[in-house]
């Protein structure tokens, strides 16, 4: 692994990175390193963005504040590429909402995994706040978000009240893999998983990913993808890393996602791997352009 960082590209002009567990733990401030990383990217006009599995919304678009970075981020990749915001271009795309009847099909289809194994869900979009079988990762994310929870359990008319873009789904890596085989088999490709986290799946339409996103975003601001750098640790980030010019994986990330990444940060979320990386391949290095 360290010896392919003998052949890191060598001119940068795009970075995007993943949010929690790469930038930051969920909620978190950034780590002092990484904001000086970035601020000094910035003043070499490097475009910075981010890239999420998360809906954009106003607290999204407003990270860099949120962060005291003191500018916001260039573009940011959300849904885990189903929408690309160029704040730059005032460019947005959006992928199409699930509909109730599909919601209502899915939920039908995996109510007796859902029922049997407890599993949490979720959605994202039109600010649904419905929820099943609450547990503390829900009430977690309900807490730092501020997002209030709408008891469905074993509602599914209740449950689907809207169009959304996406489920989650909290439970044990097995049931999880149940889950995903089961969509897989059924829906041949409809529909996509992927982890966001251990134990955390997400279900959303085929053929989005964060690696098509930042291609999309390059392709707006005819930017060649060699000279773009990214940051992940999971797997709904192992796309953006093998679509980015340089894949770097955080050393506490996902073993797949490390695997497949360019190279790996010397320090974990939580000690600034991200700003660390920068400042010593990066901003160090007098082979890298900007």
């Given at each position: 692994?360290?010896?392919r ?6 001119k940068?002009?795009v970075l ?10 969920k ?17 070499r006009?490097?475009?910075?963005g981010?890239a999420?599995?998360?809906?954009i ?22 849904m ?5 915001y ?63 929870l709408?008891?469905?359990?074993g509602d ?5 009240e809207?169009p959304?873009?996406?489920?989650l ?18 829906y041949?490709?409809k529909?996509?998983?992927i ?6 799946i ?35 980030d192992?796309?953006l890393l ?19 990444a360019?190279?790996?940060?010397d ?24």
């Open positions: 692994m360290y010896l960082c003998i052949y890191m590209i060598n940068i002009k995007a990175a993943d949010v929690d567990m790469t930038l930051s733990s909620g978190s401030p950034l780590p002092e390193i990484t904001i000086q990383a970035l601020k000094e990217l910035h003043k006009n490097v475009k910075i981010l999420t599995g998360r809906e919304t106003e607290a999204e678009k407003t990270k860099g504040m949120f962060w005291t970075l003191g500018f916001e981020f260039d573009f940011i990749i959300g885990n590429g189903g929408m690309i160029d704040r730059n271009l005032n460019k947005s795309f959006t992928m199409d909402m699930l509909s109730v009847k599909e919601m209502k099909e899915i939920l039908t289809f995996l109510m007796p995994i859902i029922e049997e194994n407890k599993v949490s869900v979720n959605v994202e979009g039109n600010q649904l706040h419905n929820v099943m079988n609450i547990n503390n990762h829900l009430l977690d994310m309900s807490k730092r978000r501020n997002i209030p709408i008891d469905k359990t599914i008319d209740g449950f689907c809207k959304v873009y996406k489920f789904f909290r439970t044990d890596p097995e049931t999880t893999q149940l889950i995903r085989d089961q969509v897989k088999e059924q041949k490709g529909y996509q998983t982890e966001t986290f251990p134990g955390t997400e279900l959303m339409y085929s053929g989005f990913s964060k690696g098509r996103g930042l291609e999309m975003y390059c392709e707006w601001n005819q930017i060649h993808l060699e000279n773009t750098i990214a940051f992940g640790d999971n797997e709904n192992s796309s093998l679509t980015s010019g340089w894949g770097v994986c955080l050393k506490d990330g996902n073993p797949n996602t490390k695997a497949l360019d190279d790996i940060t320090y974990d979320c939580l000690d600034g791997g991200v700003g660390h990386y920068i400042f010593d391949h990066i901003l160090n290095n007098k082979d890298v352009e900007f």
